[in-house]
């Protein structure tokens, strides 16, 4: 079984920054995927951004640019950085994992941007 915490949503005027983290705890072994996603009301919920076990990473085209995606092994953390923010990405943030064939969510974390 695998928990995931997040924390650092918030409010935040247009042009501000935010950092997301994704803490996890439980049985962490041969992780097939790292990312967040958001869902803003009334939409579905889309990938943000992506990263690898390797490193690599992988963003939306509405945040390429703007927010950077990371991950601290040792911690078994995963960060968002967003920076520039607009109001378009108000919304709720999820961090995803999945491990082996078992996929586990985030609690979600709200992000609000005000103009």
């Known amino acids: 079984q695998v928990q995931l915490v997040e924390s650092g949503g918030g409010l935040v005027q247009a042009g501000g920054s935010l950092r997301l983290s994704c803490a996890a705890s439980g049985s962490i072994f041969s992780i097939n995927f790292m990312g967040w996603f958001r869902q803003a009301p009334g939409r579905q919920r889309e990938l943000v951004a992506q990263?690898?076990?390797?490193?690599?990473?992988n963003y939306a085209d509405s945040v390429e640019g703007r927010f950077t995606i990371s991950r601290d092994n040792a911690k078994n953390t995963m960060y968002l950085q967003m920076n520039s923010l607009k109001p378009e990405d108000t919304a709720v943030y999820y961090c995803?994992?999945?491990?082996?064939?078992?996929?586990?969510w985030g609690q979600g974390t709200q992000v609000t941007v005000s103009s």
């Open positions: 995803r994992i999945v491990v082996g064939k078992y996929g586990y």
């Open positions: 990263i690898t076990s390797g490193g690599s990473t």
